[in-house]
């Protein structure tokens, strides 16, 4: 079956960098769409950088040139770099897949994907 565990959480000061992984299990990697999804207490989740299964990144305007999406099929694994990370950045951090590819304008829809990992904790502080 398929499963996501995320790791490389923690806590870092503003303006730090943070990078996030995320190794997947049970599945034909390279065919699944892949993505980063952040939840603030109280907030709705909300995408932060997905990648289709032809190399496509996808990102919001909030992290659009400090956050980077790269995945290494041979070792299974997804990466979240954050740079100039800020205080509005924590969350708990969540790894999602699907099979198959996404339109641009869906890849960043938490609806849209049907595995999601645990979550690891990014808290940055002032």
Do not use: H
């Not at 996030?20 to 109280?42: D, E, K, V």
């Not at 198959?100 to 829809?109: D, E, M, N, Q």
């Not at 690891?120 to 002032?126: E, F, I, L």
């Amino acid at each position: 079956q398929v499963q996501l565990v995320e790791s490389g959480g923690g806590s870092v000061q503003a303006g730090g960098s943070l990078r996030l992984s995320c190794a997947a299990s049970g599945y034909a990697f390279s065919t699944y769409s892949m993505a980063w999804f952040r939840q603030a207490p109280g907030k709705e989740r909300e995408g932060v950088a997905a990648i289709n299964v032809d190399g496509m990144t996808q990102y919001p305007d909030s992290v659009k040139g400090r956050f980077t999406i790269s995945q290494d099929n041979g070792k299974n694994t997804l990466y979240l770099q954050m740079n100039s990370l800020k205080p509005e950045d924590t969350a708990m951090y969540y790894c999602a897949t699907r099979r198959g590819r996404l339109a641009w304008w869906a890849l960043l829809v938490s609806g849209n994907y049907n595995y999601w990992g645990q979550g690891t904790q990014v808290a940055v502080s002032p």
